[in-house]
């Protein structure tokens, strides 16, 4: 691919807790319409780079980053995301959508868990309600929730709230989209259901994917990244 095809570049990243180094000179580019899958035993700093790429390090006591992580935005062209100010990091966090590995839902509905950034956005009634019912189609939710969207996303089974909190940031449309393990908690069925939707998806944006799957990662990636422990490799 052309390298005007390149939404995010990360070079010489360095990630330190207090003074131990976990992540050391990583060099990864992600592309448009290409899913890119990350790799590695556990422990290796995977979701740490998530992280970084998010700036949610920032929260993380005795974290330290150093290194740069470049982003092409849609209507700002290239944006750096380490000399982003605080009032920047929710535009960021539309532009690249994190999806963690153990589901963070809101302490309220099913359907206010979808709708909540939606109203930080200002959209009408009429549009919340037919954005979150797309994104729960999307994430093969709807048929499951249609009826208690109302009850408690607490109640939802892991799997359920895994794809909850996929739709939640589908939503928004983000142009970069991560995955820590988007279907460790799905039974095989779902797993394949979700992979076809990455596949669709990534048509139109950027998708990364932490994975332990080999065969997952065989199916879905243009391009695989592997982390294993201060080293990095790519194919």
Not at 90 to 103: A, D, N, T
Not at 177 to 183: A, G, H, I, V
Request: charged content about 25%; hydrophobic content about 40%; glycine content about 6%.
């Amino acid at each position: 691919m052309a390298e005007d095809n390149i939404k995010m570049a990360i070079k010489d990243l360095d990630v330190y807790y207090y003074e131990r180094l976990v992540l050391k000179k990583v060099n990864m580019v992600f592309r448009n319409r290409e899913l890119t899958a990350i790799v590695g035993p556990s422990g290796c700093g995977k979701s740490t780079l998530l992280m970084a790429l998010t700036r949610l390090l920032d929260t993380v006591p005795h974290a330290r980053v150093e290194g740069s992580v470049e982003l092409r935005s849609n209507d700002q062209g290239w944006l750096n995301v380490f000399r982003l100010g605080e009032t920047d990091l929710p535009s960021l966090r539309r532009r690249v959508g994190l999806i963690f590995q153990h589901p963070n839902v809101l302490n309220t509905s099913i359907f206010k868990n979808v709708a909540f950034p939606l109203r930080l956005l200002g959209l009408s009634r009429q549009e919340i309600d037919s954005n979150v019912r797309a994104a729960l189609i999307d994430v093969f939710l709807w048929d499951e929730v249609r009826d208690r969207l109302d009850s408690p996303a607490s109640e939802l089974s892991g799997g359920q709230q895994q794809r909850l909190c996929l739709a939640r940031t589908l939503v928004l449309q983000p142009e970069i989209l991560l995955l820590d393990e988007p279907t460790s908690f799905l039974d095989e069925d779902l797993a394949g259901k979700i992979e076809n939707l990455l596949i669709r998806l990534k048509e139109e944006r950027t998708v990364v994917v932490v994975s332990h799957y080999n065969d997952q990662v065989l199916r879905l990636s243009d391009r695989v990244y592997r982390l294993a422990g201060n080293q990095q490799e790519s194919n």
